[in-house]
Structures are given as C-alpha cells and as structure tokens.
C-alpha cells in the first residue's frame, strides 16, 4: 500500500516528520497515531498498525515527535505537553490538509498524551489507547535512578531509557509530574478503548483498570492475551488494528455520497496529490490514482487498471454462468488481464487475458470454457468500439 512523507510545524515552528499511509479501497476515514515512548514513527508496531489499518480503508498519519528520528527539535528539551501539543499540531495539518482525524491511537506513553490531546482535538469522533499508563510520571521507573540523579543535580543527563542513552532534560521529568489525567479522562465524552495485556511487564495493566474507571462515556476494554508491551510480534500489532477498525466503525462517518446521480460512475477530485479522485459506482467508494512516476500518490488503480479490470469481471463472470448452466463441477475461476501499448499494431491497445479454472472437469469442457471468455460483453463491446454522444457540462455548484 502507498505511504507518502506528510510533514508539518509544531507549536515552536520545529518541522515534524511525518508519514501518512493511504487507505485502500473504500475511504472510512483518517486516523493520528501516537508512538510509544522514545519509539519514533518507524517503530514496528506503528508501522504495522497503521499499514493494516490503511489497508481496511483507513488512512493513518504516524509521525516523529519532537527531537526524534527526522523531526526537529531538541528530545532533551522535549516535554510530555510538547508532545501533547505536537497531537495537536499534527490533527490541524490533516485538517487543513482535508484529512481530519475522526480516529486517535497512541501507544504506551503516545497513548497517555493522546488522550491529553483529544479533548481539544474538534474532529476526534473516537479514541483507543494500547498499553497507555494512567499516571504518566510512571515513566519515571523506566529511567535508570542515577540518571535521575544526575538530572535533579545537573538539569540534564544522559540516562537510559529503555536500555538506550538518551538526553533528558529536568523539565521532561518536572512536567510529568503535573499532569492530571484522571480530570481529563472525565471530561473527554468521547467513545473510548482500551487494549492492554494482562502481562504487560512495561505498563502493567492495572493502568487500563483505572484509565477505564475514570471515563465516564462509553468505554470498552480488550485483553491482548500474551502479547508484550511493544507488540513485536506481528500477528499481535495486526489484531490491534482489526480490533481498532472494527470497534471504530460505528464512529467513522460515511464517505460524502454526493449529489444523486443517474450515471453509472462518477469520479471526483480529492484534492489530495495530484491525480486522487473519489470514484463512487454500483453503490460502492473507492480511490483511483496514477502511479508516483507519472506524479500521482499510487493510491489506488489508473484508469487502464479499471479497464482492464472491467473485463477481468466479465470476462469471469460469463464463465460462472455458463459452467453454472452446463451443470460442471467448477469450483473456481480467476482471470488476470494485463494492457499494453503497441505503436506497431492497429489498434495500438493490446489486451491479454490468462484464465485459471478449477474444478472436475474435461479437457473438452475447459476448451468450451475458454472459447466462452472471448465472448463476454466487455470483450464485445471493446473489440467492436463504442460511439460517445457529445460531453455535457453542468453549472457551477
């Protein structure tokens, strides 16, 4: 799936590195993600929970905080409300960007921050938090103690930090302290939930207990079984996002259905990248895009995709009905067709079509088959050409 650089300024003019993973297929909505603590945005886990989500049709912006990875800005100056408003610097940019948030997630500590930051977040519809500790001083027993000392004497210090050195800055470790999350949990009134294992050695899950019982809106609450804090295996950070999709669904609106429509296809400029449009058929939303070579953001099929695409369909359809009517043990047909350009042929457009069928059936009966996929309508009405009356224009809206 497509991921492109999408970065932005924060509150203290600093860019920020983000990166914004296209959904696929139909449009459900745009979600922010907040990364653990010290992880960056290329963590694995972020990666491939923002990656499944796009894939299930929402997009998803994870980016660098403040003094990490390609992002501006000093980590040892950096403070949990610099990352609180970082959240909210990054849901503007999707805003402005026509991409509002409707779903925020945060990771560990990126969690804590989010639902600091969701309360002022006008977009946010939903809010789900993964391994998020209630009390985010609690980050304090994850730095080494003579680090900690050093900071009380020095004002900074290099200390580890998850087994790495990092710079810290007494500020970072003051501004913990002051944080009332509880307050703020009260008074989000936004559906929230909560993902946690129960052996989190990291954050241990009496956190989600007391996240839980301080919200006072809609809640849920799901046991990650024997996964760990970092979601470092692959099949726990992708459940994480099916849970997400699934339990967002509800809160994600429907994609604009635009004005009705007697047509049998409509296409609609996103305003995202150059070539984006918004296809809306047969009762179904999609995305069609050109690839990034020819300047597009690859989110979605060409038109010659669609094309081809269009007779694939057919082309697999019309075998179904006649092998259905003929009464043959056909259990499966897939039909790959790829287009090309041949300057050296009339027409110049060259279709071809490979069919796969699977079943109990005769050689007689897969030649029959194989004549039959030369005959459907798209291939009819492609080989014999179309007449197009002339192009209408509508009045500006």
Request: net charge negative; hydrophobic share 40%.
């Amino acid at each position: 799936m497509p991921t492109r650089s999408f970065d932005f300024l924060n509150r203290d003019n600093h860019r920020l590195s983000g990166s914004l993973e296209m959904p696929e297929g139909i449009l459900r909505g745009w979600a922010l993600f907040a990364h653990c603590f010290t992880c960056g945005r290329n963590n694995l886990a972020a990666v491939r929970i923002a990656r499944t989500l796009a894939s299930l049709g929402i997009g998803v912006l994870r980016f660098d905080f403040t003094g990490l990875g390609d992002s501006e800005g000093s980590f040892a100056d950096a403070t949990f409300t610099l990352n609180v408003q970082d959240l909210e610097s990054a849901a503007e940019a999707m805003e402005a960007a026509g991409m509002p948030p409707r779903l925020l997630i945060g990771h560990s500590l990126g969690g804590a921050a989010m639902l600091a930051a969701a309360g002022r977040m006008a977009s946010a519809r939903a809010i789900a938090t993964i391994a998020a500790p209630f009390d985010v001083a609690q980050v304090l027993h994850r730095l080494d103690p003579a680090g900690l000392a050093r900071l009380d004497a020095e004002g900074q210090a290099l200390v580890q930090v998850v087994g790495r050195p990092m710079a810290v800055g007494k500020a970072f470790v003051d501004d913990l302290r002051t944080h009332d999350q509880g307050v703020r949990i009260a008074a989000l009134h936004r559906p929230l939930l909560l993902l946690h294992a129960p052996h989190d050695r990291t954050v241990d899950i009496e956190n989600a207990t007391r996240i839980f019982l301080a919200a006072r809106h809609s809640k849920s609450f799901v046991s990650l079984d024997d996964a760990d804090h970092l979601l470092s295996r692959h099949e726990d950070a992708e459940q994480v996002a099916r849970l997400i999709a699934t339990w967002a669904a509800r809160y994600l609106p429907e994609p604009p259905a635009g004005q009705p429509t007697s047509a049998d296809a409509e296409a609609e400029e996103t305003g995202h990248g150059k070539f984006q449009l918004a296809l809306r058929s047969g009762g179904s939303r999609w995305l069609a895009d050109e690839p990034t070579a020819a300047g597009g953001l690859g989110s979605g099929p060409t038109p010659y995709n669609m094309l081809s695409s269009a007779l694939a369909a057919c082309t697999t359809m019309t075998l179904r009905h006649y092998a259905d009517s003929k009464g043959w043990a056909v259990t499966r047909i897939l039909t790959a067709v790829s287009h090309r350009k041949d300057g050296s042929t009339s027409p110049t457009d060259v279709f071809s079509s490979r069919v796969s069928i699977d079943g109990a059936i005769t050689q007689e009966q897969r030649g029959q088959l194989l004549g039959v996929a030369q005959r459907c309508p798209v291939h009819r009405t492609l080989e014999s050409g179309v007449r197009f009356e002339p192009v209408e224009s509508e009045p500006p809206a």
